[in-house]
């Protein structure tokens, strides 16, 4: 279903308004698959790919500038319904969450609907792709199994176990996204380092500076943010929105050492850690 950004908001906010309204789980569903079946069935899709969802870590489904759920528990319980994946509001799948999720959210924040990111194409453009590949319905693929690749293949550079999982999954994903020069992509990355011994947690952030895209010239390119945990030591995506050239100054001028205030950000739920400032460690490499 190829639809311009506007049709997409008008669909999506149909949709999510009209599953509200159901009161029978099965009810939902079928008025789901009837009104956006190509979505449906791409959910299904998605949640058979478990090897790329583990990749993920956990989300709260609270953002952080409005303080209000982002995605309504009737809503969660449909996607978890179709995709398998548990999602027990307030903590859910990061994955399912941000993509998903986000396109069944109805609020309103500063920079707009959540879905904005996944209905824009800014992603697919900037990076020359010729179909859509971050989109609801894609024709290779699916939004979380093609989103999965493409981030993990930036976050999890140097780590053989998560490359490991992206590799065995190529067929997963659209073929045009394995073929990408990676290398070539270089952001900037972020890391904060805060908690001692097996509750230590490192927060990576990775700044991809991409082509201006016309009629978007204010973004400069893609923010990924994921979490690497000693007690674990496994690698996992939060989430990703592209970030105007202030955002990527911001980020970048933040103080640089010990003893620094680092806050866990962008609605990531970590076990044992609040959303209160902690002195850590943080430090730029390209």
Not at 168 to 195: C, F, H, W
Not at 210 to 215: M, N, R, T
Not at 218 to 228: C, H, K, M, N, T
Request: aromatic share 8%.
């Amino acid at each position: 279903m190829e639809l311009t950004p506007e049709e997409w908001h008008l669909t999506l906010d149909r949709l999510a308004t009209a599953l509200l309204e159901q009161t029978d789980l099965r009810q939902a569903l079928k008025l789901f698959e009837s009104q956006v079946p190509g979505l449906f069935h791409q959910i299904q899709l998605a949640g058979r790919a478990k090897s790329l969802l583990k990749l993920w870590g956990q989300s709260l489904n609270v953002d952080d500038n409005t303080g209000t759920l982002i995605v309504e528990p009737k809503i969660l319980q449909v996607l978890s319904q179709l995709s398998g994946v548990p999602l027990d509001s307030p903590i859910v799948h990061a994955g399912v969450e941000h993509t998903y999720g986000y396109l069944l959210s109805l609020i309103e924040t500063p920079y707009g609907k959540k879905r904005e990111r996944w209905v824009n194409s800014y992603l697919e453009k900037a990076l020359g792709l010729s179909r859509p590949m971050f989109a609801p319905v894609v024709p290779q693929g699916t939004l979380l199994t093609n989103l999965t690749y493409f981030l993990g293949r930036i976050q999890f550079r140097g780590r053989r176990s998560e490359l490991g999982y992206l590799r065995r999954s190529r067929e997963l994903v659209d073929q045009a996204l394995t073929q990408l020069n990676y290398r070539q992509m270089k952001p900037k990355r972020i890391i904060e380092e805060i908690g001692h011994g097996r509750k230590q947690i490192r927060l990576v952030t990775d700044l991809l500076e991409l082509p201006e895209v016309k009629g978007m010239e204010e973004l400069r390119g893609l923010l990924i943010y994921g979490v690497e945990k000693t007690s674990t030591k496994r690698h996992q995506l939060i989430t990703t929105f592209p970030v105007t050239e202030q955002t990527f100054d911001e980020l970048l001028s933040q103080p640089l050492g010990e003893n620094v205030p680092i806050q866990i950000k962008y609605n990531c739920y970590l076990e044992g850690f609040n959303r209160e400032p902690l002195d850590g460690m943080r430090l730029i490499v390209e």
